[in-house]
């Protein structure tokens, strides 16, 4: 694990790959209460196709060290955090990919500064008016506040609790426990990762986002959509009303697959990242 240091805070990622590659390097942004291990079969399979990716643990809920108090955690305010992470690797023409939580904050790193992303792949995501979509949006109005979030975190210390639909049980079709028990220990044990995740909480506007949607079109770069057919959250339709916002975007549907493409189909969307680089623009 490495780490780099921003004026937000400490960003703590994972690097993996050729550090000399040809390729554009590819930067994961996950779903709030994740970390960037959610990437990491999908990171491995490109990295044996000779693309380095890099892969945070974003401040929204299970990364290591709390920001500082003063960090800006309205979704914009993150979406500079990516920026400057980017510009504090010096790493330039980047596949961004974003999924869930980790989609809404591409698109506002889309409409804040696109002059380090070469590309966009998006796989089930927050999208329009839809941030959170039901069930979540009562999930995530139970967490508002660092005592609630601590209380109504603590079923999730059961697996049973933890991997059923009231848990995270509807984003995947097989989850492991370590790693969801990973994206839940930083929120329960560390006052300041709640005072985080709260604070991005309260500062997620729909008819913000939607707003963003507008401007999706004036993106100049190459997107695809690579989306789990099988989501009842982040439905198909979402998928394609995201598509037609860019209006220049690829639509791949990925049946049986749910929220987590990456951990439902991570062969399928290593391979559209990977033949995604190596399509000339």
């Given at each position: 694990m490495s780490t780099v240091d921003l004026p937000s805070g400490t960003i703590h990622y994972r690097a993996v790959g050729p550090e000399e590659s040809a390729q554009p390097p590819v930067v994961f942004v996950h779903a709030f209460l994740m970390g960037g291990a959610v990437w990491s079969r999908v990171a491995d399979l490109l990295a044996e196709r000779g693309i380095r990716?890099?892969?945070?643990?974003?401040?929204?809920?299970?990364?290591?060290?709390?920001?500082?108090?003063?960090?800006?955690?309205?979704?914009?305010?993150?979406?500079?955090?990516?920026?400057?992470f980017l510009e504090a690797l010096d790493l330039d023409d980047v596949t961004l990919v974003g999924s869930d939580t980790g989609g809404a904050l591409v698109q506002y790193v889309l409409d804040t500064d696109a002059s380090r992303v070469?590309?966009?792949?998006?796989?089930?995501?927050?999208?329009?008016?839809?941030?959170?979509?039901?069930?979540?949006?009562?999930?995530?109005?139970?967490?508002?506040?660092?005592?609630?979030?601590?209380?109504?975190?603590?079923?999730?210390?059961?697996?049973?609790?933890r991997h059923s639909p009231l848990g995270f049980g509807m984003l995947a079709n097989d989850l492991d426990a370590d790693l969801t028990?990973?994206?839940?220990?930083?929120?329960?044990?560390?006052?300041?990762?709640?005072?985080?995740?709260?604070?991005?909480?309260?500062?997620?506007?729909?008819?913000?986002?939607?707003?963003?949607?507008?401007r999706l079109k004036d993106y100049p770069g190459p997107v695809r959509i690579v989306w789990g057919g099988a989501d009842r959250a982040f439905?198909?339709?979402?998928?394609?009303?995201?598509?037609?916002?860019?209006?220049?975007?690829?639509?791949?549907?990925?049946?049986?697959?749910?929220?987590?493409?990456?951990?439902d189909a991570p062969d399928l969307l290593a391979e559209q990242i990977a033949d995604f680089e190596t399509t000339p623009r």
């Open positions: 990716s890099f892969a945070p643990d974003w401040p929204l809920g299970a990364h290591p060290a709390p920001l500082h108090p003063d960090a800006d955690q309205t979704p914009r305010g993150v979406a500079r955090q990516i920026l400057t070469g590309r966009v792949v998006l796989t089930n995501c927050d999208a329009f008016d839809t941030f959170p979509p039901f069930p979540f949006s009562v999930f995530f109005a139970l967490l508002k506040g660092p005592r609630r979030m601590k209380i109504n975190l603590l079923p999730m210390r059961s697996r049973a609790f028990r990973s994206w839940i220990e930083p929120a329960l044990t560390r006052p300041g990762i709640r005072d985080d995740a709260v604070r991005l909480l309260r500062a997620i506007d729909p008819q913000d986002l939607l707003d963003v949607s507008t439905t198909p339709d979402l998928g394609r009303r995201l598509q037609r916002a860019f209006g220049h975007a690829e639509l791949i549907e990925v049946p049986g697959a749910r929220t987590l493409v990456q951990l």
